[in-house]
């Protein structure tokens, strides 16, 4: 997929800032907007929007060829089945776009046409992110109201 990486920089900056450290390097955006990257102390890093989940997934560039290599791992990043489903329904994403969820799975939305829509990559980044950071706490069965600035 392709992107501006100074302004996912930027965008996750903002929304996932609170979790994340500085970023030295964005290597890899999926079609529904997860993002791999480096930090500057050498973490690799995968934040999946969807799930509101932002994690070390290596701490080493052979770590990280590992889990590239992962079939199981790659499955989960790519979602053919539902980029496909959703490539038929709004086109293809232009530079900057990406497939997201309007309700993310953690908060019970469903990975279907109903619940994903094109959108902007950037303002997905920062929306998962804020969304992220004001539910970070809660355990099952918590109401919830969310800020949005």
Same mark, same amino acid.
């Given at each position: ?48 929007? $969807?799930?509101? !989940?932002?994690? @070390?997934?290596? +701490? ?9 290599? %992962? ?38 939305? $469903?990975?279907? !046409?109903?619940? @994903?829509?094109? +959108? ?9 992110? %804020? ?19």
């Amino acid at each position: 997929m392709q992107f501006d990486e100074p302004r996912v920089i930027e965008a996750l900056a903002a929304g996932w800032g609170w979790i994340i450290p500085r970023i030295r390097a964005v290597m890899a955006v999926s079609s529904m907007g997860n993002v791999f990257l480096e930090d500057d102390q050498q973490g690799y890093w995968r934040i999946c929007p $969807e799930e509101l !989940s932002a994690e @070390i997934v290596a +701490r080493t560039s052979a770590e990280l060829e590992s889990v590239f290599a %992962d079939p199981e791992a790659k499955a989960d990043w790519q979602m053919s089945g539902i980029v496909s489903e959703m490539v038929e329904v709004y086109g293809e994403p232009q530079v900057g776009e990406c497939f997201g969820l309007v309700i993310p799975a953690v908060l019970g939305g $469903e990975y279907s !046409s109903q619940n @994903i829509r094109r +959108r902007c990559l950037y303002d997905y980044l920062r929306y998962t992110g %804020d969304i992220a950071r004001q539910t970070k706490d809660l355990k099952d069965g918590d109401k919830i109201e969310f800020e949005f600035t």
